[in-house]
């Protein structure tokens, strides 16, 4: 082989080598740039989802609150009822 065919077969080699190389970093390069930026979506979403949470936990203990309400007028209601009854039978 000429000189210059084997030159050119090494030269071409360490191209593809040096290709190689820079294409690894970059690709590492990329995929710790979508990792942080993976991290970052999650810790948003995170944070809506607690403030949803939150959110849904205060309308849970006012619902609980005015059942519990209701619940207790709904005891009241047929006492009074029959009081009512009652004081129409004597009237």
């Not at 990329?30 to 403030?51: G, H, N, P, V």
């Not at 936990?57 to 209601?77: G, Q, S």
């Amino acid at each position: 082989m000429s000189e210059v065919i084997l030159a050119s077969i090494i030269t071409g080699i360490f191209a593809i080598i040096a290709q190689m190389i820079i294409a690894k970093s970059s690709s590492d390069k990329l995929y710790a740039k979508l990792d942080k930026d993976s991290e970052l979506a999650d810790a948003k979403i995170e944070s809506r989802l607690e403030r949803h949470q939150a959110v849904t936990d205060t309308k849970i203990e006012e619902l609980t609150r005015e059942v519990r309400e209701h619940n207790n007028f709904a005891r009241r209601i047929p006492v009074l009822e029959e009081k009512v009854a009652n004081l129409e039978k004597k009237g």
